[in-house]
């Protein structure tokens, strides 16, 4: 099981859509909106490394509204 915390930065205005849309996703196991230099902290659990990066660049980054992500796994 690899483990990761994704932050996301939203479009202005866009914060609650995607959020919405990030819950969505089975492998994101708590997602909340934050103040700060991004918008949203995700928290996303997967079977491999290989699905986390298929999650954050085939899911969350693609949808609209994201400007950017930054990805950090859990040792």
Known sequence: ???AYC???AAPGK???VLQKVKAID???LADSVAGEYDIVTRVEADS???LS???FG???VIPGVM???TLIVF
């Open 59 to 61: 899911e969350i980054r």
């Open 27 to 29: 492998e994101v196991k």
């Open 15 to 17: 914060t609650m859509e």
């Open 49 to 51: 490394l290989e699905r």
């Open 68 to 70: 950017a992500t930054m």
């Open 54 to 56: 298929k999650i954050v």
């Open 1 to 3: 099981m690899v483990k």
């Open 7 to 9: 932050l996301i930065s």
